[in-house]
């Protein structure tokens, strides 16, 4: 088939720029995100049956290694528009747990200080331009600063997730086409989690929107979303083909939403045995037994992350709770900018991971190690 | 005057005196005014439909491939999600896209990201989005429902979005040029009507007309206009046919509203006419006569009246869309009736 064929001139394309493995501390890093994000996001479901989180609340159980894994590739001058079902992501590019969850309750401490609710936020500091409702909006934002880097020849790439849901909605293509027409530097991540709220693929499209790529003029790849290094090398390749001027890649995570659209969606929709299989590839619990299977961690190093990262989010949800709720008189601010300031760097592993590798501080171009 | 200051304040910029003024037409002021700025600043580009080696459907781009490359006039598929959503991207990035929607009427299909992405970004996220979509409106050369209307009241409802519309060349100019330094989404609507139908002397080089500062076109006592765009024409011209002491107001920005100007206006006359071409229900002028009677209703001397078209599509058959359409006659059997009040 042709996707298939296009991805593997793209593999080809980059093989030599992605033949370095994982240090044992990336994969530590990897599960320790990971973890963060469903402990994170456990300690917010509490809170929300506690009634401290006002709205509703959305998660993206199971699907934690499709964040973090994309995101993990990324430097820190390349920029995210970061999806609902996505933590891991943000708390990659340097987000902290205690304002995530400050943001669910709506307090000053959060990301937008109170002004956005739930997932809609992204810290512009971190160089993340936080979601809209409507998706896939951000996709066209996405692309748009990946028109910039090639118009600015930067070896810089954005990279954007998106749900199988909304490859339905025509701005998906509006942004498929655009980022094929100039081979932009963008990475589209498509997070295909089964359903859209409660509609099943099988509602949703007629062909796998992973084989519409090609006929955008890019590679579209496939990958197992519930393996974060399966993600983590197929992002990789993506974006280091991406600030080599190969322009765009369309990467299909097959993974499963393993709680509701939100906290008040009980799933009558999901079969059983749905759920269970999906269950038993548990993200996070696979790359534990394959940490001690088949990367040398003992089996109480791998505890000991877990262990770690509850104590700090429990530790992170108590700076929240004592985080004020806004002063009402800011309601009304900060509608008009005054001046235009700069999105800030993110905080992403894989740059620190290029610096130990030689590949400069995050700033070289990825052609230096090609040539 | 060497204009290569790439920043600084409206105010500041115009007082520094320009060169000299040139007789320009409307058309040609948007096109200055967009050179102008291209050339001072590199981070100015134009994103749109056919405005590449077409130079757009009005021409506003003529020759701008030839002086500032394809990459800084971009040819965009037609798709104005794309244009406005890669423009928002580029924009939050430092870039400072102009973005032409072929005809205003288009913005439903961008409107997506113009009102839930741009605008509200600054106040959820505090990122600023500077960039500008020039909105070709108007009508009266049968252009039929979707060539010709007037959707400004669309975006003074989404905050976040600054809203000009320029009556006059010298505006055309200096609004676009503090449109594209604005840090936020400004929405430029530039008459159709105008286009080639207005001329007036445009300082060259260097001219920014600042955002939300009406302008009194025609000073007066005994009654105000409160107009934008095409309507200022029309007031002037009744003005002078009745050679009646008719004050016009030009609003030029839509949003913010220049509330101050207005106000004072409407107590120095005691009587006012909200004038527009757009659709008459929850417009602009809904909004100047809530404001002149909540804060000066007590020197009013009249009702504030509104002459605008009424709430029906904007019809293609001459006769069908003269009669929606405000015509001169309209303007003064309503100025005239209001100053017999």
């Known amino acids: 088939m042709e996707t298939a064929d296009a991805s593997v001139v793209a593999r080809e394309r980059v093989r030599e720029l992605v033949d370095v493995p994982l240090t044992r501390e990336d994969r530590a890093i990897l599960f320790r995100y990971m973890t963060m994000m469903r402990a994170s996001e456990e300690r917010a479901l509490t809170l929300y049956k506690q009634g401290k989180v006002p709205g509703s609340f959305y998660d993206g159980r199971g699907q934690e290694a499709v964040s973090v894994g994309a995101a993990f590739v990324l430097r820190p001058e390349d920029r995210m528009c970061i999806l609902h079902r996505d933590l891991g992501a943000h708390f990659v590019r340097g987000v902290t747990p205690d304002r995530y969850l400050a943001g669910y309750m709506g307090r000053s401490g959060g990301v937008t200080g109170g002004k956005e609710g739930n997932m809609h936020f992204g810290d512009r500091m971190l160089g993340c331009v936080g979601m809209v409702s409507m998706l896939p909006d951000m996709a066209l934002v996405a692309t748009g600063m990946a028109l910039k880097f090639k118009m600015r020849h930067e070896p810089r790439v954005a990279m954007t997730f998106f749900g199988e849901g909304s490859t339905a909605n025509g701005q998906w293509h509006e942004a498929m086409n655009l980022a094929g027409i100039h081979r932009l530097p963008v990475v589209f991540i498509l997070e295909n989690n089964r359903f859209a709220y409660s509609t099943p693929n099988e509602l949703e499209f007629a062909v796998d929107p992973v084989e519409r790529a090609h006929t955008y003029g890019f590679p579209g790849v496939n990958v197992d979303g519930n393996d974060v290094e399966e993600v983590f090398e197929a992002a990789r390749e993506a974006a280091d083909l991406a600030r080599a001027g190969g322009g765009p890649t369309l990467i299909e995570c097959q993974t499963m939403r393993m709680h509701g659209h939100g906290a008040h969606d009980d799933m009558r929709y999901v079969p059983k045995e749905l759920r269970d299989e999906w269950e038993r590839r548990d993200p996070i619990d696979r790359y534990a037994e394959r940490l001690v299977a088949d990367f040398g961690f003992r089996a109480d190093e791998v505890e000991a992350i877990r262990n770690e990262v509850q104590a700090y989010v429990d530790e992170c949800a108590k700076k929240a709770l004592e985080s004020p709720m806004p002063d009402p008189a800011l309601a009304t601010d900060g509608v008009y900018a005054d001046e235009f300031e700069p999105l800030g760097d993110g905080n992403a592993p894989w740059s620190r991971w290029s610096q130990h590798n030689g590949a400069g501080n995050g700033t070289a171009p990825v052609e230096r190690r090609a040539a | ?341």
């Open chain 2, 1 to 341: 005057m060497s204009a290569v200051e790439a920043t600084g304040t409206a105010a500041a910029e115009l007082a520094s005196a320009p060169s000299g003024t040139r007789e320009m037409t409307y058309l040609e002021a948007i096109s200055d005014a967009l050179r102008t700025e291209m050339r001072r600043d590199e981070s100015v580009f134009c994103i749109g439909e056919d405005i590449g080696a077409f130079g757009g459907a009005f021409k506003v781009t003529d020759g701008f491939v030839e002086e500032f490359g394809a990459d800084r006039c971009l040819d965009a598929p037609l798709a104005e999600n794309a244009i406005i959503g890669t423009a928002v991207g580029a924009a939050v990035e430092g870039l400072k896209p102009v973005c032409e929607m072929q005809f205003a009427d288009f913005i439903s299909c961008g409107f997506d990201q113009l009102v839930n992405v741009a605008a509200k970004l600054h106040y959820r996220q505090g990122i600023a989005v500077p960039m500008v979509v020039r909105l070709p409106s108007g009508g009266g050369f049968s252009g039929g429902p979707f060539h010709s209307q007037n959707p400004e009241a669309w975006f003074v409802q989404a905050p976040g979005l600054k809203v000009v519309a320029p009556a006059t060349a010298s505006d055309a100019k200096g609004l676009l040029v503090s449109a594209i330094r604005d840090p936020n989404p400004v929405c430029y609507l530039e008459h159709k009507g105008l286009y080639r139908h207005i001329k007036d002397e445009v300082p060259e080089g260097e001219h920014a007309v600042p955002i939300g500062e009406a302008r009194i076109a025609r000073a007066g006592e005994e009654m105000t206009v409160v107009a934008y765009g095409s309507s200022v024409h029309l007031a002037l011209r009744a003005g002078e046919e009745l050679d009646e002491d008719i004050e016009v107001l030009d609003l030029r920005t839509l949003a913010p509203l220049d509330r101050q100007s207005i106000l004072t206006s409407a107590r120095k006359t005691g009587k006012v006419l909200v004038a527009h071409e757009a659709t008459r229900s929850a417009g602009i002028g809904a909004e100047v006569a809530a404001l002149v009677t909540e804060e000066a209703f007590e020197e009013l001397d009249a009702p504030v009246r509104r002459l605008t078209a009424p709430d029906v599509p904007i019809p293609f058959s001459p006769p069908l869309e003269q009669s929606v359409l405000p015509q001169l006659d309209d303007m003064k059997e309503a100025c005239r009736e209001l100053l017999a009040y």
